[in-house]
């Protein structure tokens, strides 16, 4: 027999011994194989779990997104609408405060002296000036519009002057003759210096504002002179019943775009 710690051991007990050693050690390795298997699973489902939730959070921040940049973009849409909305107010405003003053003038004609009113200059070009225009074939310097229209261009230029959105008005008169306030008189005159014809009678917003008799907007068209896009807004002016001739203001798209 073997001496173990000072038990004696052989035979019988001896096995016993080693059947034991042999289960403890096929147990532990059971164990440890259960707890390396657990421990892979449970990191598997971890890494799944956050892999679902990181999807989930995405998913959730991209329609917080979305839903940030439609709210978003619907307020700004409706305040660019807004502010849209109150400058063509402001400019009916004005174009009925020139309607106005052009039938007070020439209701009152008779009280005004004869001043002439000059054609556009080009080296006054950048400066706000009242210029003369005139439909092909008509004499301007015969016009009687324009010898009372001379006494408006002082508050024209200066509704242009202070005005920043204005760019221009003006004066379309059935005689065909213009008077215009703007501060581009360089465009006026075509390659060979000659100034170019304005027929404002046949002018989209001249033959409009006749035909409602009141103040109108009319669609997107092209400037004259420049060949800008723009707005016009305008209103026949009647002295007595009689027809005068058709104020404008012009609103330029580029304008808007930038005070919007």
Same mark, same amino acid.
């Given at each position: 027999?073997?001496?173990?710690f000072?038990?004696?051991?052989?035979?019988?007990?001896?096995?016993?011994?080693?059947?034991?050693?042999?289960?403890?050690?096929?147990?532990?390795?059971?164990?440890?194989?259960?707890? @390396?298997y657990?421990?892979?699973?449970?990191?598997?489902?971890?890494?799944?779990?956050?892999?679902?939730?990181?999807?989930?959070?995405?998913?959730?921040?991209?329609?917080?997104?979305?839903? $940030?940049?439609?709210?978003?973009?619907?307020?700004?849409?409706? @305040?660019?609408?807004?502010?849209?909305?109150?400058?063509f107010?402001?400019?009916?405003?004005? +174009?009925?405060?020139?309607?106005?003053?052009?039938?007070?003038?020439?209701?009152?004609?008779?009280?005004?002296?004869?001043?002439? @009113?000059?054609?556009?200059?080009?080296?006054?070009?950048?400066?706000?000036?009242?210029?003369?225009?005139?439909?092909?074939?008509? #004499?301007?310097?015969?016009?009687?519009?324009?010898? +009372?229209?001379?006494?408006?261009?002082?508050?024209?230029i200066?509704?242009?002057?202070?005005?920043?959105?204005? #760019?221009?008005?003006?004066?379309?008169?059935?005689?065909?003759?213009?008077?215009?306030?703007?501060?581009?008189?360089?465009?006026?005159?075509?390659?060979?210096?000659?100034?170019?014809?304005?027929?404002?009678?046949?002018?989209?917003?001249?033959?409009?504002?006749?035909?409602?008799?009141?103040?109108?907007?009319?669609?997107?068209?092209?400037?004259?002179?420049?060949?800008?896009?723009? $707005?016009?807004?305008?209103?026949?002016?009647? $002295?007595?019943?009689?027809?005068?001739?058709? $104020?404008?203001?012009?609103l330029? @798209?580029?304008?808007?775009?930038?005070?919007?």
């Open positions: 027999m073997k001496t173990l000072g038990f004696k051991i052989g035979g019988l007990k001896q096995k016993i011994l080693t059947l034991v050693i042999l289960l403890f050690l096929v147990t532990v390795v059971f164990f440890s194989f259960v707890s @390396l657990k421990t892979k699973f449970l990191a598997e489902i971890v890494s799944q779990a956050n892999d679902q939730q990181q999807v989930a959070l995405s998913a959730v921040s991209a329609d917080t997104i979305d839903q $940030v940049i439609n709210t978003s973009m619907t307020k700004t849409n409706a @305040l660019q609408a807004y502010i849209a909305d109150d400058m107010e402001e400019i009916r405003t004005d +174009v009925s405060t020139l309607q106005s003053l052009t039938h007070d003038f020439f209701l009152h004609k008779g009280a005004y002296d004869f001043s002439p @009113l000059y054609p556009p200059d080009p080296n006054l070009d950048g400066t706000i000036t009242a210029q003369c225009l005139w439909d092909e074939g008509v #004499d301007y310097h015969n016009s009687d519009y324009l010898a +009372v229209a001379v006494h408006m261009s002082n508050t024209m200066t509704m242009c002057d202070t005005l920043g959105y204005m #760019d221009n008005c003006y004066v379309g008169f059935v005689d065909g003759t213009s008077l215009c306030v703007d501060a581009m008189s360089a465009n006026k005159f075509d390659e060979d210096g000659n100034i170019i014809p304005f027929p404002a009678r046949d002018r989209t917003w001249y033959t409009e504002a006749v035909e409602t008799g009141d103040i109108c907007f009319s669609g997107v068209i092209y400037d004259t002179f420049s060949g800008a896009p723009c $707005v016009t807004c305008s209103a026949p002016v009647y $002295v007595n019943g009689e027809l005068v001739g058709v $104020v404008g203001i012009d330029f @798209l580029d304008e808007l775009e930038a005070y919007v």
